[in-house]
């Protein structure tokens, strides 16, 4: 009688898999994020509010490549205590200013870099667990999103993630993915 030899190779390669396949996906529940909620502002009348002099945190950042007149600068203005990360360029600090003030701030980087000014800036807020923690200022052909990324209820953590709209394809800068 032959003995008969058994090749494990295959159960081995599909327990590798099943055990790799499950690692990421753990991971990826461990590290998510969460899609923060926003609600559209009118900007006039948000302008001539209490809220349009209001001091915040606020960064600065724009979308790239193409024609510099269809180029794109976005705004997020947040309270203390929070901090803001992006994995695409560089969001740039711009200090405390006020709804305002960015609005002046988009006119004058705008004018200085040649891009076209849209007809109307958007002012929307940002909500976190019932309560507003920031404001995002943007022509409507920009999305921006905000991800809660928090790990310590102490510190809170966000992601920011914008998509230049006018663009072909799904190009997004920053934020989870």
Do not use: C
């Not at 509010?49 to 945190?57: A, T, V, Y």
């Not at 724009?62 to 997020?76: A, K």
């Not at 002046?104 to 000014?117: G, N, P, W």
């Amino acid at each position: 009688m032959s003995r008969q030899k058994t090749d494990y190779r295959y159960e081995m390669s599909l327990a590798v898999m099943f055990i790799a396949a499950s690692v990421l996906i753990l991971s990826g529940w461990a590290f998510s994020a969460t899609l923060l909620s926003s609600k559209q502002l009118p900007a006039e009348q948000t302008l001539k509010g209490s809220l349009g002099n209001e001091k915040f945190n606020t960064l600065r950042f724009e979308t790239y490549g193409g024609q510099p007149e269809n180029r794109l600068i976005g705004y997020f203005l947040y309270k203390d205590g929070i901090r803001v990360k992006s994995d695409g360029p560089q969001l740039e600090p711009i200090g405390k200013l006020t709804l305002n003030e960015v609005f002046a701030d988009h006119v004058r980087v705008a004018k200085a870099k040649f891009y076209s000014q849209s007809s109307k800036l958007m002012i929307r807020e940002i909500i976190r667990d019932n309560s507003v923690i920031g404001y995002t200022v943007s022509d409507p052909m920009m999305e921006i999103t905000l991800w809660d990324a928090t790990t310590d209820p102490l510190n809170i953590s966000l992601e920011l993630r914008y998509k230049d709209l006018q663009a072909k394809g799904e190009r997004y800068y920053g934020g989870p993915r």
